[in-house]
T-cell receptor, first 114, second 111 residues
Framework: NAGVTQTPKFRVLKTGQSMTLLCAQDMNHEYMYWYRQDPGMGLRLIHYSVGEGTTAKGEVPDGYNVSRLKKQNFLLGLESAAPSQTSVYFC?????????????FGPGTRLTVL | EDQVTQSPEALRLQEGESSSLNCSYTVSGLRGLFWYRQDPGKGPEFLFTLYSAGEEKEKERLKATLTKKESFLHITAPKPEDSATYLCAVQGGTSGSRLTFGEGTQLTVNP
């Protein structure tokens, strides 16, 4: 199993550009999450999904959109990037048939918005 | 609103010098307290889940304990490879499946 994978690993955008971050998991997990991690602020939840076709807002959703069209994929979109969105983005998933409660994280995407 | 505070922010130890990291939390109905390890440039790696006061879990040189207000991560005779940032998170009764994370403790173990 590859676990949770994220693409791309690094990206530099100019203000106003758009992009999509892809998260994929091969553990048949129901729940998926997008976080951002900034120095001194810890991990903050952006959006999450409790199953295929569902999405919900987290703590810091403004400026981001998400989609979960397939159970194994969770996409995070930035429609018009701003310098404040410079951060490291992590995807996580949890919840298989064994009932384990912990979230498993991907390796992260480092995004710089100029 | 769930809250998590970790202390200290940073800790330097000599190899073999045991110590503890603290995670204080405020939550409405604890459904789980989680410890993760994060190495530079990588995603958090799951270590432990604790569910109720008095519970303890161990893994190699690490032991996690839980009370009604805080959790400790005890590190016994640490080695340089234990150097990492340790994150604590809680899942509260009103937060569904969401976690609230602390800012972490950056541990450095010198040889």
């Amino acid at each position: 199993n590859a676990g949770v994978t994220q693409t791309p690993k690094f990206r530099v955008l100019k203000t106003g550009q758009s992009m999509t971050l892809l998260c994929a998991q091969d553990m048949n997990h129901e729940y998926m999450y997008w976080y951002r991690q900034d120095p001194g602020m810890g991990l903050r939840l952006i959006h999450y999904s409790v199953g295929e076709g569902t999405t919900a807002k987290g703590e810091v959703p403004d400026g981001y959109n998400v989609s979960r069209l397939k159970k194994q994929n969770f996409l995070l979109g930035l429609e018009s990037a701003a310098p404040s969105q410079t951060s490291v983005y992590f995807c996580a998933s949890k919840g298989d048939s064994r009932g384990y409660n912990e979230q498993f994280f991907g390796p992260g995407t480092r995004l710089t918005v100029l | 609103e769930d809250q998590v505070t970790q202390s200290p922010e940073a800790l330097r130890l000599q190899e073999g010098e045991s110590s503890s990291l603290n995670c204080s939390y405020t939550v409405s109905g604890l459904r789980g307290l989680f410890w993760y390890r994060q190495d530079p440039g990588k995603g958090p790696e799951f270590l432990f889940t604790l569910y109720s006061a008095g519970e303890e879990k161990e893994k190699e040189r690490l032991k996690a304990t839980l009370t009604k207000k805080e959790s400790f991560l005890h590190i016994t005779a640490p080695k340089p490879e234990d150097s990492a940032t340790y994150l604590c998170a809680v899942q509260g009764g009103t937060s569904g499946s969401r976690l609230t994370f602390g800012e972490g403790t950056q541990l450095t173990v010198n040889p």
